[in-house]
Each structure stands twice: as structure tokens, then as C-alpha cells.
């Protein structure tokens, strides 16, 4: 594990661009998703574990914030970092980076862990807890990021006195 994770590359598809000419903003999720995939295999989590031990996650509230424009032939990778987690959930922020080092898009996630035979959010087992506690002792001296936690609204400047 690394703090923050760092995602393998990612090139930005010509299925992906819109009648803007940039990348669509469902496109972000896919990044942000096939990313997340990534950490999942050093958390334990993921296809295997939902096809062997009858577990897996749902994302419950997933937030991006659009910063700059991807087009075709982009190549990104994705940091991920571990915010918070408890005994069913967990809290996560991510930054999707163009090669040249901007940053094209943030992303922050509530996971559940999910009991597939309810469905149902469950505990995470002892074995996926401890690759989650040992994630967020290794991310905990990162600095926080500015954008979590943010909300969505219209900011409106308040009529002079």
C-alpha cells in the first residue's frame, strides 16, 4: 500500500467524447470506478470477494467536482485516500490527474460493505477490517483535502446594507 494510492494509467477513449468535444461526465465515474478497482485488490475487496465469500460494497453517495476538461487520447491516473471508516463504511476522496500533472477532477465516496445475501450492510470481517484500519493509519498524515466535504448550492452575495 501507498499513501496516497496511485492509480496505473488510464487513456481517455474516442467513445468517451461528447458533442462538446470532451470527455462526457459519465466518463469521470468510469475512471474514478476502474481506479477504485485497484485498491480494492489491496484491500481484499472486490469480484473475487464477492464471488467467494458473499460480500461485497455498494457506493451510497458518490460527489465529483469537474475541473478541468479531459479530451481523447488523454492519459490520466487517478490518487485514491483513505478519509475515514468504521465497522460497515468508509470514506474516500480521490484526484484524477492529467499526465502533465493538472488536476482534471476530484471525486469523494461514501462505500458500504454489503452482506449479499440481504442485502444488507454488514461488518466488514476481521481479515478486510485490518487492511482498512492499516490504509487509514498510512494515509492519516496526509494532509486533508481541500475539497471534502463540500456541498452543492448556489452561492449567492448577500444585498449591500
Same mark, same amino acid.
Given at each position: 500500500? +501507498? ?48 464471488? +467467494?465469500?458473499?460480500?461485497?460494497? %455498494? ?6 467536482? %469537474? ?95
Amino acid at each position: 500500500m +501507498t499513501a496516497p494510492f496511485l492509480s496505473s494509467t488510464k487513456t481517455v477513449k474516442p467513445e468517451w467524447i461528447d458533442y462538446n468535444g470532451h470527455l462526457n461526465m459519465a466518463y469521470y465515474n468510469v475512471l474514478f470506478d476502474t481506479s477504485v478497482d485497484e485498491v480494492y485488490a489491496d484491500l481484499g475487496l472486490g469480484a473475487d470477494y464477492a464471488r +467467494t465469500r458473499g460480500f461485497t460494497t %455498494y457506493t451510497a453517495e458518490f460527489h465529483i467536482c %469537474y475541473v478541468r476538461e479531459l479530451h481523447e487520447g488523454d492519459r490520466v491516473q487517478v490518487k485514491f485516500q483513505m478519509i475515514d471508516h468504521d465497522d460497515k463504511r468508509f470514506h474516500t476522496y480521490q484526484e484524477l490527474y492529467h499526465e502533465d500533472g493538472w488536476l482534471a477532477a476530484t471525486g469523494e465516496a461514501l462505500g458500504l460493505h454489503i452482506d449479499m445475501s440481504g442485502p444488507r450492510v454488514a461488518p466488514f470481517p476481521p481479515d478486510i477490517a485490518d487492511k482498512i484500519a492499516a490504509m487509514a493509519r498510512l494515509h492519516a498524515d496526509l494532509p486533508r483535502p481541500e475539497r471534502v466535504g463540500r456541498s452543492i448550492g448556489i452561492r449567492r452575495k448577500s444585498a449591500p446594507a
